[in-house]
């Protein structure tokens, strides 16, 4: 199935860094939703958007929702140890089914 | 707390055998689940959009005599893997939407499936 392009990959940070990570798409979406999945857990939900140009932040994390309806992205600032894990946006349009990224493995450097 | 539950979170079995996973909304009704398989260091791929009153409906290349669903109340979905062979293992995990103001997709705890 289709998925969305999500940067980096993965990245190797040093606690206290901020960390930055974004999706695109080809197609538009009305909901933009980062999870957060740690080893062996299901996706935990960090922060929906619902309209273009929406920014909104919960505690260290702030995302925004792309005015171009393509394209949305995660922030976390001074990065801790338990930020470690694998991001993934999803978009969906209308009642759709989620379409998810290809997710962002977070490292945090000793 | 969690809003998806999801049991077992683990489970080994043996070749030819039958799983059956369950995916409960803790605190709301679903009348949309997802099962989505995920296999080491990939995104979710999804299997089925699983229906309360209807039948499921599968992804293109998912067997539905194999993986079979049931939407049995608006707070429960199950997953059976039938006949199960080693190249079913995986991780397999449920998703419900919370119908709201805006809707919000939960995932469960997801289940780890070994077949030996």
């Known amino acids: 199935g289709q998925q969305l392009n999500q940067s980096p990959q993965s990245m190797f940070i040093q606690e206290g860094e901020d960390v930055s990570m974004n999706c695109t798409s080809s197609?538009?979406?009305?909901?933009w939703l980062w999870y957060k999945q740690d080893p062996g857990e299901g996706p935990v939900l960090l922060i929906a958007l619902y309209k273009a140009g929406e920014l909104t932040s919960n505690g260290r994390l702030t995302a925004q929702f792309g005015i171009t309806r393509k394209d949305s992205f995660l922030n976390i600032s001074a990065s801790i140890p338990s930020d470690v894990g694998i991001y993934f946006c999803a978009g969906q349009f209308g009642n759709e089914k989620l379409t998810f990224g290809t997710g962002t493995r977070l490292t945090i450097i000793p | 707390g969690a809003v998806v539950s999801q049991h077992p979170s683990w489970v080994i079995c043996k070749s030819g055998t039958s799983v059956k996973i369950e995916c409960r909304s803790l605190?709301?009704?679903?009348?949309?689940m997802f099962w989505y398989r995920q296999f080491p260091k990939q995104s979710l791929m999804l299997m089925a959009t699983?229906?309360?009153?209807?039948?499921?409906?599968?992804e293109q290349g998912v067997e539905k005599d194999k993986f079979l669903i049931n939407h049995a109340s608006l707070t429960l979905s199950t997953l059976t893997v039938t006949s199960a062979h080693p190249e079913d293992s995986s991780f397999y995990i449920c998703s419900a939407w919370r119908i709201g103001e805006n809707t919000e997709a939960f995932f469960g705890q997801g289940t780890r499936l070994t077949v030996v």
């Open positions: 699983s229906n309360e009153g209807s039948k499921a409906t599968y």
């Open positions: 605190d709301f009704q679903a009348t949309t």
């Open positions: 197609s538009i979406f009305n909901t």
